[in-house]
């Protein structure tokens, strides 16, 4: 079959990334059924002939008023579609949007008018936030994790910074590759507006909020870094369980030696 990727090496390059990943969330248990979405910009590769291709969906609302991304495009996981199945066939359980010169509506464009994630109004939101701040970020990722989702079902873990300390404390490498830790949004409806909205007020802070009771919101420059920022903060997260398992608190790198980290490897403070 024809598809957009045909002739692209660096769009393909980038679709296959997100199945990378994709397969990497369902191998770690993180994407039970549908569970997950991710968006990444790709106008950067498109080219006039992209440009050019008619819509082949309606034209939807995305509920937001996003200038920044009009006429930029994205490839989303498709709603109700399965990580495992989009490690295979990305272009099947997923496609690729079109923000039309409104900022308000899209179009699927290729390959198959698969409909985007229910969680495309948080995705975009902060795509949208990444151009308005020139970021260099173009890559977002939802998933649900056991243990860092456990964590959340208890208030002691959910004040401002309480996780990211304890989450950091536990193996060196988790400040290195998560330096700015883990932001907090309470319970919000998913899809909803308000889920996206309190998403990006943490981004501010953060490059990775947890949703209470829900899963994990990532950004980075691509969607493999995405990734790699949950899973340092989930394999601390496993650690904390297990110490917990064997029936004591874990103690956690002491102050001394975060400090000493965190000079080392040039960390924000
Ligand atoms: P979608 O299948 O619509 O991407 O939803 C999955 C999900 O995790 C919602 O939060
Ligand atoms: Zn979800």
Redesign the pocket.
């Known amino acids: 079959m024809s598809s957009i990727l045909n002739g692209r090496p660096d769009l393909n390059k980038k679709v296959y990334e997100v199945a990378e990943v994709a397969g990497c969330l369902w191998q770690k248990g993180w994407a039970e059924r549908?569970?997950?979405?991710i968006t990444i910009n790709v106008t950067d590769y498109v080219d006039d002939n992209i440009r050019q291709l008619p819509a082949i969906s309606e034209i939807k609302a995305i509920g937001l008023n996003l200038p920044a991304i009009r006429n930029n495009y994205f490839y989303c996981?498709g709603?109700?579609?399965r990580m495992r199945d989009l490690a295979k066939d990305p272009m099947a359980n997923g496609s690729i949007i079109r923000v039309l010169d409104d900022g308000a509506h899209y179009v699927v464009i290729a390959d198959n008018p698969v409909q985007p994630?229910?969680?495309l109004p948080s995705h975009l939101l902060v795509h949208n936030w990444f151009i308005e701040s020139g970021s260099t970020y173009s890559a977002t990722l939802?998933t649900?994790p056991i243990d860092l989702i456990a964590m959340s079902h208890h208030a002691s873990f959910l004040q401002k910074d309480v996780l990211t300390n304890i989450l950091w404390s536990m193996i060196p490498e988790t400040k290195a590759f998560c330096p700015k830790g883990l932001g907090i949004v309470p319970y919000c409806l998913?899809?909803s507006n308000e889920l996206a909205q309190a998403t990006l007020k943490e981004l501010n802070d953060y490059d990775v909020v947890l949703w209470e009771k829900?899963?994990v919101f990532a950004v980075d420059t691509d969607i493999i870094n995405a990734f790699d920022q949950i899973d340092v903060l989930s394999k601390s997260a496993q650690i904390y369980i297990a110490s917990k398992n064997m029936g004591y608190t874990p103690e956690g790198m002491s102050m001394e030696q975060m400090h000493e980290m965190t000079i080392a490897f040039n960390l924000p403070k």
Request: aromatic content about 0%.
């Open positions: 549908n569970g997950g979405n996981k709603t109700g579609k994630t229910s969680e939802h649900h998913p899809g829900h899963g």
